[in-house]
């Protein structure tokens, strides 16, 4: 990288000060000609991973031991270690979900993280909950560009000192939490534009810290070469927003990417291959995946200003592949096994086993997958969709139902369903809710939200109803079979959620025919599933009711 701007303009203020440093700015602590290592650790989108899977995958005990024989190699070798989140703690396994992420923010200080900025899914909970996960916490929250009454909610940034080096790490927070983030929780807060707060954010430092490295710790997305799609703008954006080279470094989140490039696109990575980061504008941009299935390792060198990345890692955290041994398949691990850390085990295994206790109850059998993958979900009709959407519909006694695909958070597996799986699936704890509107209506609300564009939360799993969409118009639009009357009425379901504006649904809830249930949407999914078990997939399966011109 090239030489920091801020060195450069202190030195020129020196000279024409003929003094050494000027009052204004802090001296540099650093040694002339001494080169310093710098290694920075990454995780991002934990969503309720403290534990290890079925498989022995990841989990939090593996991952502190990882991070310690990091820490320890590398202050052999004279170096320092900052480790960081880019966030979303929260949601996505029930064991956590169902006890406020209390075991993975106790396993996050157990591992020893020095920040973390706020992911969407850090507003899924009241802000009474968030107040109390920021009190778990021995590290700091950070965002620059969250609001609430006018002033920020926590602090932009932090000040790291690593052997005389000063680093500034700055927190940015998409602002599309102000879209996907439960409106009942955030109603009152702000989430600004984080490419000006990052700007204005950076010259501040440079006017009264004088910082010699500055990280922005994000959860915005990493979208190649800008293009975000309906998404808001992500990390790319944001580098190629400010000057060249005024972040030396991006530790990204919420798109959940394994970020290896391959020239100007997305490498075809799998565990243990080596990773090169996106540059953008004079800045290395990283993301370590999702769950804690990998440890991103970035080592630095320091010298006269220059910040120079040596080497980039994605390790694997005790993840395996399958292989054929005699004929039948088999999971090995992919790099040596990493040994879980007594203590950290130990400390999180009772949060476990409480959670474990209401969840293994069997409710149901499938006789084959039931799709949810996040990247076949958010854009194409599944089967989990439909069926979600059907016990919607069926429980409201509607005409048809309405699922956001960004409510689907897993598959469920052939074979025995238990609670947990339906928790897995839909972990957001929404409310069932529905509506009564004229044909006329409808057709205005579905040219909303059946044209919600694929790739996103926002994409729409239907039951009851099938139509064309083709260049932002819905047609040929039929409901129970039956072409729709515009002037009959008709119920359909939608998640509180989106009901309340989420996802940029049209805000229903004033309708006067709105209903609030109070039926949660895990519960109406497992109460299906318990009185139509086994479920035929085949049942379920989307036979062209949606088409896409």
Known sequence: MK???????????????GCATTDQQPKHEWKQDKEYNITILHTNDNHGNFWQNKYGERGMAARATLVNSIRAEVKAEGGSVLLLSGG?????????????????????????????????????NPLDVLAKQEGWANFPFISANIYKDGKRMFDAYKIFNKEGIKIAVIGLTTEDTAKIGNPEYISELEFRDPKVEAKAIIAELKATENPDVIIAATHMGHYLNGDNGSNAPGDVQLARYLNEGDLDMIVGGHSQEPLCMEGAEYAKFKPGQDCTPDVQNGTDIVQAYEWGKYVGRADYTFKNGEFTLQSYNLIPVNLKKKIKVDGKKKRVLIQDEIAQDPAVFAKLKPFQEKGQVALGIKIGYSDGLLQGDRDVVRNNPTNLGRLIATAHMQRAKADFGIMNSGGVRASIEAGVITYKDVLTVQPFGNILTYVEMSGAEVMDYLNVVAT?????????????????????????????????????????????????????????????????????????????????????????EPKNQMVYK
């Not at 030489?3 to 000060?17: D, E, P, V």
């Not at 929260?90 to 406020?100: A, F, M």
């Not at 998640?495 to 209903?515: L, Q």
């Open 3 to 17: 030489l920091k701007n801020i060195a450069l303009s202190a030195l020129t203020m020196a000279i024409a000060a």
């Open 88 to 124: 979303d703690i929260n949601t996505g396994v029930p064991e956590s979900d169902l006890q406020d992420a209390e075991p993975d923010f106790i396993g996050m200080n157990m591992i020893g993280y020095d920040a973390m900025t706020l992911g969407n899914h850090e507003f899924d």
């Open 452 to 540: 919600k564009m694929k790739d996103s939360g926002a994409f729409a799993q239907f039951a009851g109803i099938s139509m064309t969409v083709e260049n932002g118009q819905v047609s040929d639009v039929k409901i129970g079979g039956k072409a729709m009357d515009m002037s009959k009425s008709y119920r359909f379901t939608i998640p509180s959620f989106n009901a309340a504006g989420g996802d940029g649904y049209p805000k229903i809830m004033d309708h006067a025919s709105f209903v609030n249930t109070g039926y949660v949407d895990a519960e109406v999914l497992k109460e299906y599933i318990e009185a139509n078990s086994p479920i035929n997939v085949a049942d379920f």
